[in-house]
Structure formats: C-alpha cells, structure tokens
Nanobody
Framework: IQLVESGGGMVQPGGSLRLSCVAS????????MNWVRQAPGKEPEWVSA????????YSANSVKGRFTISRDNAKNTLYLQMNSLKPEDTALYYC???????????????????WGQGTQVTVSS
C-alpha cells in the first residue's frame, strides 16, 4: 500500500493548515483511516479517525473543535483541516490505515507498513 501525505509547513500560532493523504494499493473506501502525530522525543499520539463512509469521525480532546478530519473516496484522499494551531501541535503527522485502539491508557497502532512517510507541521512565532 502507499500513503503519501502533503500540506505540512511552518505556521504562526493561530494559523491554519490543511493536510492531505493520497492512498493507493488498497481499497480506500473500505478502510478506517486516521491521523497520528509524533513530536520529537515523544510517543505517537492518535489525533483523529474517520470510518470508511466518512459519516463518523472521532478526535482527541487535545484537537477537538480545532481539527476536522474528512475524506473524498472518489479521489482516494484523506484530509485534516487544522485551525487555531498551537505550538504544542508541532509534530510529524502521519496518515494511517486501519483501526487505532487504546487499552489501559496505551495506544495500539497498525503496523508501520500501513503508515505514510509523514508531513512536518511546525507552529512557531
């Protein structure tokens, strides 16, 4: 499978970015999709998820109300609209296929072959 993210960059606090992830090599419209981020020296953090049809979305409390996940199954593309960005949002953002689960406060992610290469988001004044 191939997942190619784009749209990252450097932005000032309060700014916005829109990430995209183009998928190929699997049936995109049958797949749960996620955005996961990882800051330097920290564990990966689940950000947001969307079901195959796009009607159900879920977001971490840290981004709720600021980030919106969406998808266009006709274009095999996943999106993350990020508004009101904060310095603590600085991380490498990954597009991930499959289900992300949590148990006893620990995240369980799909294997790395289901991850894209990531796109860097830096929020700084």
């Amino acid at each position: 499978i191939q997942l190619v993210e784009s749209g990252g960059g450097m932005v000032q606090p309060g700014g916005s970015l829109r990430l995209s992830c183009v998928a190929s090599g699997f049936t995109f419209d049958d797949s749960d999709m996620n955005w996961v981020r990882q800051a330097p020296g920290k564990e990966p953090e689940w950000v947001s998820a969307i079901n195959p049809g796009g009607r159900n979305t879920y977001s971490a409390n840290s981004v709720k109300g600021r980030f919106t996940i969406s998808r266009d199954n006709a274009k095999n593309t996943l999106y993350l609209q990020m508004n009101s960005l904060k310095p603590e949002d600085t991380a490498l953002y990954y597009c991930v296929r499959g289900q992300v689960t949590t148990y006893n406060g620990k995240w369980s992610f799909p294997p790395t072959e289901f991850w894209g290469q990531g796109t860097q988001v830096t929020v700084s004044s």
